[in-house]
């Protein structure tokens, strides 16, 4: 697949993660600015980060000053240490989760040990493996910002917290000038490992963010939605 970054509106960016739901891979949007842009999540891997570099030269995007991550989970962060000179924005709770995957010996034969004592790992075990080239360079990013409920950047970027079964730390990024919310993966059920038969979408904390002067919303695996879009979605 080839990396590279779509125009959404005003000054948002997309880069879509891979369509193959088996090697979870998030997409990342850039809020551009001369002063600094806005990275949305960080890539999978360090590998992942690189290749996005990549596409924002070629698309002749400013360099991200602040990385935002929308929650902890691995398929946002794990590319956050190949970005050097960005402020790392997350929320609180995120903060500490991160501090304990840190600690975490990560390497091919970690990820089978925890598979072996817990089966439902293997699906994003397996696409860990499958993201990270050298482990050797693998470091685990806490924020260096933390926030409790909402921040606003110095380019006009609003990240809030909402929540969620999907992460606790689970936040939006809104972009008011461009009409964009990025909503991460706040919607969605909890991970495939921590999943029961009964998790749906959350379709009402969609619903509770729906705003009519936010015409687009942006999941991290599924394509852009307008707002009559993301209303019809809820009411089916």
Same mark, same amino acid.
């Given at each position: 697949m080839v990396v590279a970054f779509e125009h959404l509106v005003?000054?948002?960016w997309l880069c879509p993660g891979d369509p193959d739901p088996d090697l979870v891979q998030a997409g990342v949007a850039v809020i551009a600015d001369e002063r600094g842009s806005v990275l949305v999540d960080a890539g999978q891997s360090p590998s992942h980060a690189r290749e996005?570099?990549?596409?924002?030269?070629?698309a002749g995007l400013p360099? #991200? $000053?602040?990385?935002v991550y929308t929650h902890h989970h691995w398929d946002h962060v794990w590319g956050a240490c190949a970005w050097p000179d960005v402020e790392i924005v997350g929320h609180v709770s995120g903060a500490e989760l991160l501090r304990a995957e840190a600690n975490r010996p990560w390497s091919v034969r970690y990820l089978r040990e925890e598979v072996?004592?817990?089966r439902r790992l293997g699906p994003s075990f397996r696409? $860990?493996?499958?993201a990270v080239d050298s482990w050797d360079e693998l470091t685990v990013l806490p924020p260096t910002r933390v926030f409790a409920d909402e921040v606003?950047? #110095? +380019?006009?970027?609003?990240?809030r917290h909402v929540g969620g079964r999907h992460a606790p730390d689970s936040s939006v990024v809104v972009v008011p000038d461009s009409g964009v919310m990025l909503l991460g993966d706040s919607w969605y059920p909890p991970p495939a490992h921590l999943r +029961?038969?009964?998790?749906? #979408?959350?379709?009402?904390l969609v619903g509770r963010l729906l705003d009519d002067d936010i015409r687009?919303?942006?999941s991290s695996h599924s394509p852009p939605m307008t707002l009559d879009e993301a209303r019809a979605a809820i009411a089916s």
């Amino acid at each position: 697949m080839v990396v590279a970054f779509e125009h959404l509106v005003g000054r948002v960016w997309l880069c879509p993660g891979d369509p193959d739901p088996d090697l979870v891979q998030a997409g990342v949007a850039v809020i551009a600015d001369e002063r600094g842009s806005v990275l949305v999540d960080a890539g999978q891997s360090p590998s992942h980060a690189r290749e996005i570099q990549a596409a924002l030269r070629a698309a002749g995007l400013p360099a #991200p $000053r602040w990385l935002v991550y929308t929650h902890h989970h691995w398929d946002h962060v794990w590319g956050a240490c190949a970005w050097p000179d960005v402020e790392i924005v997350g929320h609180v709770s995120g903060a500490e989760l991160l501090r304990a995957e840190a600690n975490r010996p990560w390497s091919v034969r970690y990820l089978r040990e925890e598979v072996l004592r817990n089966r439902r790992l293997g699906p994003s075990f397996r696409a $860990r493996a499958l993201a990270v080239d050298s482990w050797d360079e693998l470091t685990v990013l806490p924020p260096t910002r933390v926030f409790a409920d909402e921040v606003e950047l #110095p +380019t006009g970027v609003l990240v809030r917290h909402v929540g969620g079964r999907h992460a606790p730390d689970s936040s939006v990024v809104v972009v008011p000038d461009s009409g964009v919310m990025l909503l991460g993966d706040s919607w969605y059920p909890p991970p495939a490992h921590l999943r +029961t038969p009964a998790d749906e #979408p959350d379709l009402a904390l969609v619903g509770r963010l729906l705003d009519d002067d936010i015409r687009w919303y942006v999941s991290s695996h599924s394509p852009p939605m307008t707002l009559d879009e993301a209303r019809a979605a809820i009411a089916s």
